[in-house]
């Protein structure tokens, strides 16, 4: 073995690995590669095991030959390596790139509820008529929810309205409070005449859900207290707001009823589709016993009051079969008002 052939062998080896190496297309190619060329079988291991037989002037050359070889396929080697695994870094990134710019497509933003809407319409449309709104809290006593409203503890009302009583004090003392009515009480005691307010809110009673009722549900009140008011403005108001509410083509109605806190009192209808009437709430004039518990004086101020079930006109605007898909919370339902 001459050492002009030992190193014409190691200029091929890096000639050939050079090529091999630039064309590997993955880490386990190259892993290959760096055992061919730099393993216990390859050349440049077996040009040392060489270096033994050669004349010992030209050993020290050909040994820096091969250890000049070595260093130049370590460095390819590496440098392979770099490229590959950027290579891999890049693929992977691009496997796993979550790609948000699909959702930019569908935006999707929330909307106010059913009866959100339903509630801020009626505020509008009665703040159009010179109204403000008025609120009370959803815990009450007796005297709110029912005395002052010419219910007395006798009085068999109290049994109608499926009041749901709060363990608080008295018995049957406290409790959520069963309609929106006791706001008027609140506004009276609190306000001189004259006073048109309405009153949304939250009530409670120990009904089971149905189709057309739920425990909790929501009431609009409403409350005209001023000098010389007659049931034509009551009529006149509720038709003026039915119209604004629904639109035009709606027919009114009022049933002769009861209430303990008005004295004449009606039921309120308004005409569907099929010719039938739906009910929609009761109303009425303003009973004098409330009016005297309320501190003021029904010789010189009259009034009309009226309460909605909200959800009830939700259930009647947007046409919905069934009052309890207001509180499913199915968003395929919500999104589509
Ligand atoms: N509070 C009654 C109820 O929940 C509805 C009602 C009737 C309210 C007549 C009124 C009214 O203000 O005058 O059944």
């Known amino acids: 073995m001459s050492s002009a052939s030992l190193t014409a062998d190691l200029d091929a080896v890096l000639a050939d690995a050079n090529v091999r190496l630039a064309a590997a297309v993955d880490l386990d190619a190259v892993s290959a590669l760096d055992a061919e060329f730099l393993g216990k079988k390859s050349a440049v291991t077996a040009a040392k095991k060489q270096l033994g037989q ?45 790609d948000l710019s699909e959702r930019l497509n569908e935006v999707r933003r929330g909307s106010l509820h059913l009866n959100t809407q339903a509630r801020d319409r009626l505020e509008d449309v009665f703040v ?56 008027q009480i609140r506004t009276m005691e609190n306000t001189e005449p004259p006073i048109y307010i ?90 004098p016993n409330v009016l005297h518990n309320c501190g003021i004086d029904p010789e010189q101020w009259q009034g009309f009051a009226f309460g909605f079930g909200i959800d009830r006109l939700a259930v009647m605007r947007y046409e919905l079969d069934d009052i309890r898909e207001l509180v499913n919370n199915d968003v395929r339902f919500l999104r589509q008002f």
């Open 198 to 287: 309405v009153a949304p809110g939250r009530t409670f009673r120990t009904d089971t859900a149905d189709a057309t009722h739920l425990p909790a549900f929501n009431q609009i009140e409403g409350l005209v207290i001023d000098r010389g008011i007659t049931l034509g403005d009551l009529h006149g108001t509720i038709e003026a707001f039915v119209h604004a509410f629904f639109g035009g083509d709606v027919k009114t109605r009022l049933r002769p009823s009861y209430f303990p806190f008005t004295e004449p009192s009606a039921e309120f209808d308004i005409s569907r589709d099929d010719g039938s009437w739906l009910e929609l709430g009761g109303c009425g004039m303003v009973h």
């Open 54 to 98: 050669l004349d010992p002037a030209d050993r020290k050359e050909v040994g820096q030959a091969i250890n000049a070889a070595r260093t130049t396929l370590e460095a390819e080697v590496a440098a392979a390596r770099d490229r590959l695994a950027a290579g891999a870094r890049q693929a992977q990134y691009e496997a796993e790139r979550l």
């Open 128 to 183: 159009c008529m010179g109204f403000t709104v008025a609120e009370g809290p959803e815990v009450e006593t007796a005297w709110y929810n029912f005395e002052a409203l010419n219910i007395p503890e006798w009085h068999p009302a109290r049994g109608s309205f499926d009041t749901i009583f709060v363990n608080l004090g008295e018995p049957e003392e406290v409790m959520l409070r069963s309609h929106t009515s006791p706001v």
